[in-house]
């Protein structure tokens, strides 16, 4: 999943030299919490509402209505813009994009082309909206959690059996995270699966592998088994 499929396209750069008031006033328009700050081309660092309201914080209660439109036309975005941002390319991998922003602590990032213009956004909403499609989860359905081994073969050993109730998968993730050495955890989750099926297929899924969860989001029916750390 690349991260140009996932930015957004419509913010539109402020230039540097702009006011305070013009930037709340783009964030506002366009319900983005981000902006990039540009002089002519070039990316110079980013604004976010974060930074609006630090600025205005300290002064704000102490001013009437007129002063503190005056306090935000005179402040320049210059003056309170993070400087030295960090960006991704489009071509990038969400993951990649992901993984920068947990590590500078940020909200979100300008993506720039081979050329460093600035050609979208992408935050942690549009990672958030990502995630949700591949999980597969605006189908609801169910989704199961396995401890299987780590082999050849045994993630389909239970999507088999799950396609053998007439369930259609929507999405298997799979993760080395917290699962003993040998095994790997598995997140599958299916639709079509008739209700009063599920005992059976629960006790056959079972036979194939330690089941973790399962959540059913048909009923709001939620039931764990076992923890992974408890299976070796």
Not at 34 to 50: A, M, Y
Not at 72 to 89: E, F, H, T, Y
Request: neutral net charge; aromatic residues 6%.
């Amino acid at each position: 999943m690349l991260v140009k499929y996932w930015m957004r396209k419509d913010v539109v750069p402020i230039e540097a030299d702009a006011s305070m008031q013009e930037a709340m006033e783009r964030m506002k328009e366009n319900q983005n919490a981000l902006l990039p700050v540009v002089i002519g081309r070039e990316l110079v660092g980013v604004i976010s509402d974060r930074d609006l309201k630090r600025a205005s914080a300290s002064d704000a209660t102490t001013l009437d209505i007129h002063e503190l439109m005056y306090l935000l036309a005179k402040i320049k975005v210059s003056q309170i813009m993070s400087k030295k941002p960090i960006s991704v390319r489009p071509d990038d991998t969400l993951e990649e994009a992901a993984s920068l922003l947990l590590k500078h602590k940020f909200s979100g990032a300008p993506v720039v082309d081979a050329k460093g213009a600035v050609i979208g956004v992408i935050s942690q909403m549009e990672i958030f909206k990502a995630l949700i499609s591949l999980s597969g989860f605006e189908h609801r359905g169910i989704q199961f959690a396995f401890q299987v081994e780590d082999r050849p073969g045994s993630i389909k050993e239970v999507t088999d059996v799950i396609r053998g109730c007439g369930g259609r998968l929507v999405s298997i993730l799979s993760s080395y995270e917290r699962a003993p050495v040998g095994y790997r955890l598995v997140y599958i989750r299916a639709f079509g699966i008739e209700r009063n099926q599920m005992p059976k297929l629960l006790d056959d899924l079972r036979e194939k592998a330690p089941l973790l969860y399962m959540v059913d989001h048909r009923d709001g029916v939620r039931e764990e088994y076992i923890e992974s750390n408890r299976v070796a």
